[in-house]
Nanobody, 118 residues
Framework: VQLVESGGGLVQPGGSLRLSCAAS????????MGWVRQAPGKGLEWVSD????????YYADSVKGRFTISKDNPENTLYLQMNSLKPEDTALYYC????????????WGQGTQVTVSS
């Protein structure tokens, strides 16, 4: 199993970024996937999950209405569209394969850094 995140960077408050997660080594189309983040000096925070078909997304209250998770099964790629970014969204973002229960993962990527600052 390999998960490789990309798309992070420095953005001003109110800006947008789209994160990508390229997956390989497992049946992506049959897997629930998700995103978590870790801000400097803090623990992991669940951000969002999506079902295997890509039809249903689930979001933390802190990002609901601003972030959109999506899944391109033919391309084996997971996305996180982040709009109206806030300084408190600054974190290392990881994608993961959901294991059993939403918010629980058995494989992770290496992370991509998102910094929201003016």
């Amino acid at each position: 199993v390999q998960l490789v995140e990309s798309g992070g960077g420095l953005v001003q408050p109110g800006g947008s970024l789209r994160l990508s997660c390229a997956a390989s080594g497992f049946t992506f189309s049959s897997s629930y996937m998700g995103w978590v983040r870790q801000a400097p000096g803090k623990g992991l925070e669940w951000v969002s999950d999506i079902d295997s078909g890509g039809g249903s997304g689930y979001y933390a209250d802190s990002v609901k209405g601003r972030f959109t998770i999506s899944k391109d099964n033919p391309e084996n790629t997971l996305y996180l569209q982040m709009n109206s970014l806030k300084p408190e969204d600054t974190a290392l973002y990881y994608c993961g394969r959901v294991r059993g229960v939403l918010g629980h993962y058995d494989y992770w990527g290496q992370g991509t850094q998102v910094t929201v600052s003016s």
